[in-house]
Structure formats: structure tokens, C-alpha cells
Antibody, heavy 123, light 109 residues
């Protein structure tokens, strides 16, 4: 059973850098999936941040492109999110998720999600 | 950017009733690219429907999805107590790659 678990600081100061990690268990991060970050600010909808393949290829939401970096650590079977110059608008629940597309079936959706971690940006 | 509009914002129904949730996209999209999720407090979101009408693994057949073009529907027949949750739709393929609707809260009447 594949599971994802987010971890990282829950409180940041404005202008700081948000750093989160998603640990993957039950599957290798080198399997043929894209690994994603999604967030939900309080009272707002879900927002896709970006994705990474085990080769290091990435795709980002243009809204974040100048501030975001997603990386993969195959030795630890995890991937990470860095978001720089955070403001109160970056306060949100952050989820990691797996894109379920495989060579056998096209899903174009997230079939596995972490439970999410709340990150608050406040001075 | 495509916008996904879900309605109603809140749906109040009783167990045993049928729920009909709508997701409208601001531009026509391929049915392949429309998914529905269920989210309950404190739990990971759960994929319910992908490709507009295909049930994800382990999803009971009382859940069904339909639609094409700009209008998509998630139907839940014979509501069970565990079905009361927030449901949101998601589109793949434009920029940004994934776009979500704002969600419909299905609550017990």
C-alpha cells in the first residue's frame, strides 16, 4: 500500500523559505509516476504547485514558477518542496500527491495523497 | 486559464437520497481529463472518478460520473453516512497542468 507523508515546519516568518518533504512508502519514487505538491489556503480551493519525475524533470504552476523548487532524493525515497519569499498568502495546508498515470492506464488525476500539513506564515 | 465552477456550494441531503454535484468548465475539455475527489477532515483526499466516468479502485458503484464538453456531474446514489464530505472536481491539461474546482460540501440534512 503506497503512502505519502508530508513533514516540515508548521510556522514560518514572512520572507522566509518554506521547506517540506514528502516521504514515499510502499513504492519506489523511481517508479513511473510524477510526484506532486498541492496546497489549499484557508477558505479557498486547491491549487497545484508543481510536479517532479524521478529523473528530476519538473513542471511548475506559472503562478509559483519564480519562487518554487521541487527536488527528489532517490536515496531517501522522498521529494521536497521549497517556496521562497513567503507571505501570509502562502498560509495553507500543503499536500503531496502521486499522479496515477501509468503506461497501462491514463488517469490524469492524483490517486494517492498525503494527509496534508498546515503551514502558517506569520510574524 | 480554465475555471472550474462547482454547484451547489453546499448540498443538504439525508442518507438514502441521491446527490447530484455539478462541475462546469469555462472551456470545453476532454472527458479524459476530468476527475472527482472526496475529502474528509483530517484525511487524505480520495480519488473517486477519473476520465469523467471511470471509478477509481475500491470506489463503490453508487458513485458515478458523467458529462462532456463543459458540463460534468458526479452522482451518488443511496447516500451512506460515510459519503458526507467535500467533493471537488479537477481538470488536467491546460496551464497550469491541474486546476481544481472550489468544492461542494455534502452535508447531512
Amino acid at each position: 500500500q503506497v503512502q505519502l507523508q508530508e513533514s516540515g515546519p508548521g510556522l514560518l516568518k514572512p520572507s522566509g523559505t518554506l521547506s517540506l518533504t514528502c516521504a514515499v512508502s510502499g513504492d519506489s519514487i523511481s517508479s513511473s509516476y510524477w510526484w506532486n505538491w498541492v496546497r489549499q489556503p484557508p477558505g479557498k480551493g486547491l491549487e497545484w504547485i508543481g510536479e517532479i519525475y524521478h529523473t528530476g524533470s519538473t513542471n511548475y504552476n506559472p503562478s509559483f514558477k519564480s519562487r518554487v523548487t521541487i527536488s527528489v532524493d532517490k536515496s531517501k525515497n522522498q521529494f521536497s518542496l521549497k517556496l521562497t519569499s513567503v507571505t501570509a498568502a502562502d498560509t495553507a495546508v500543503y499536500y503531496c500527491a502521486r499522479d496515477g498515470n501509468t503506461v497501462i492506464q491514463a488517469v490524469y488525476a492524483f490517486d494517492i495523497w498525503g494527509q496534508g500539513t498546515m503551514v502558517t506564515v506569520s510574524s | 486559464e480554465i475555471v472550474l465552477t462547482q454547484s451547489p456550494g453546499t448540498l443538504s441531503l439525508s442518507p438514502g437520497e441521491r446527490a447530484t454535484l455539478s462541475c462546469r468548465t469555462s472551456q470545453s475539455i476532454s472527458s479524459d481529463y476530468l476527475a472527482w475527489y472526496q475529502r474528509k477532515p483530517g484525511l487524505a483526499p480520495r480519488l473517486i472518478i477519473f476520465g469523467a466516468s471511470s471509478r477509481a479502485s475500491g470506489i463503490p458503484d453508487r458513485f458515478s460520473g458523467s458529462g462532456s464538453g463543459t458540463d460534468f456531474t458526479l452522482t451518488i446514489n443511496r447516500l451512506e453516512p460515510e459519503d458526507f464530505a467535500v467533493y471537488f472536481c479537477q481538470q488536467y491539461g491546460s496551464s497550469p497542468l491541474y486546476i481544481f474546482g472550489q468544492g461542494t460540501k455534502l452535508e447531512i440534512k
